[in-house]
């Protein structure tokens, strides 16, 4: 791993749980950020803004998942990208979710909206799906392009291949 990779990982492995914890003390935040009469207190106080901050602890808490999954000695660049692939269809998965009013995938957000008893906002689901139409991986065709490796015996070869590579 280069320095600049492990460099991302500690940073990544250092801001989860920060996130998380935050949002655990958002309480003790709050009253210290009136106490200091810090503009930031109005965000601790915003319903809205609070759910959205819930969305964000489950999102990046999957997100950590997903970069755990992918680290280690023995993954491919195909297992890679069948863990990127994965999440990418779940993001799916859990825009129609949302839509239909379902938040169970969202553990935190599920449990900020039973403790308010406030259903979440037309505004709140909005600003997730947007989320989630921004992509978190660029659209590559190196999954295609290595569809070959997989299956061998099964992978029509591209036009634009020539006979050597082709064969």
Not at 54 to 64: C, E, G, M, P, T
Request: aromatic share 10%; net charge positive.
């Amino acid at each position: 791993m280069t320095g600049c990779e492990s460099g991302f990982v500690a940073h990544v492995r250092k801001v989860v749980p920060n996130v998380k914890r935050v949002w655990e003390l958002r309480e003790q935040v709050m009253a210290y950020l009136k106490n200091e009469n810090a503009n930031l207190v109005k965000h601790f106080e915003d319903k809205r803004w609070l759910a959205r901050f819930a969305y964000l602890v489950d999102i990046f808490n999957k997100l950590n998942i997903l970069n755990t999954s992918l680290q280690g000695k023995e993954n491919s660049i195909l297992d890679l990208e069948d863990g990127i692939q994965g999440f990418q269809a779940r993001l799916g998965l859990w825009h129609s979710q949302l839509v239909a009013g379902e938040l169970a995938m969202f553990p935190v957000l599920t449990a900020y909206q039973v403790s308010t008893g406030l259903p979440l906002s037309d505004s709140v689901k909005q600003n997730i799906v947007e989320h989630f139409r921004k992509r978190y991986f660029p659209d590559s065709q190196r999954a295609q392009n290595l569809q070959w490796v997989k299956f061998p015996f099964q992978a029509v070869p591209s036009h634009d291949l020539g006979l050597r590579q082709a064969e």
